[in-house]
């Protein structure tokens, strides 16, 4: 059973807001991911960390931008959300011991007006 | 350029039937191959997976296999239930990367 979390589940906010979404794992995971998802597509990788003060930008081009203090945790922050944000946002994180599953979080669904 | 590729966007099977979802990929440095299950508002959710090194893999109902040459890979639901209705999504990674890629989906309804 996974324990990755992610809050908010829903959020609909104006343009222009600054949000942060939120993923914690308790699983002790070194490798943590974010993944953007629109309905019928395939998820694209935005961000992805390998451990503690490790970030890398994904291959879909992301506003986004992420940190890394620690193990279990790895926000996502939007400065200035503007509808072409507007999506799911899911959250994933592996061991990477081996090729290994990725343990993936709720998701949070965003709607920016 | 889409590396993992599942052409069927949907799929009706009748309950009890077996289920195939396809799976084609291009890039020959993918070695790791998983498939996950998504329902609507929530996130995805691992079933089955295989290394390059095998043809075939299961797990109760599920099993997957792997056609290196032809780069395909399929998972066969058996037999199928209604519960088994939902979004899945094939996922390749290469060797030693930890990056994931992953295909557009294929929605499943199994008939009562």
């Known amino acids: 059973e996974a324990d990755i979390y992610q809050t908010p589940r829903y959020l609909v906010i104006g343009t222009g807001k600054k949000i942060t979404l939120e993923c914690s794992q308790t699983?002790?995971?070194?490798?943590m991911y974010w993944y953007q998802q629109d309905p019928g597509m395939e998820l694209h990788l935005i961000h992805y960390s390998y451990g503690v003060n490790s970030t890398e930008k994904g291959d879909l081009s992301s506003e986004s931008t992420v940190s890394r203090i620690r193990t279990e945790h790895f926000p996502l922050t939007l400065e200035s959300a503007r509808p072409s944000h507007t999506s799911q946002y899911l959250c994933?994180?592996?061991?990477?011991?081996?090729?290994?599953?990725?343990?993936f979080g709720p998701g949070t669904r965003l709607l920016v007006l | 350029d889409q590396q993992v590729k599942q052409n069927s966007p949907s799929l009706s099977v009748q309950e009890g039937r077996i289920s195939i979802l396809n799976c084609d990929y291009t890039n020959s440095m993918f070695d790791y191959f998983l498939w996950y299950k998504k329902y609507p508002a929530e996130g995805p959710t691992f079933l089955i997976s295989i290394s390059s090194i095998k043809d075939k893999n299961e797990d109760g109902r599920f099993t997957v296999f792997l056609n290196k040459s032809a780069k395909h890979l399929s998972l066969h639901i058996v037999p199928s239930q209604p519960g088994d209705s939902a979004v899945y999504f094939c996922?390749?990674?290469?060797?030693?990367?930890?990056?994931?890629?992953f295909g557009t989906g294929t929605r499943l309804k199994v008939l009562a």
């Open positions: 699983m002790g995971h070194d490798k």
């Open positions: 996922a390749a990674t290469p060797s030693g990367t930890y990056k994931y890629i």
């Open positions: 994933a994180s592996t061991d990477g011991q081996s090729q290994e599953t990725q343990y």
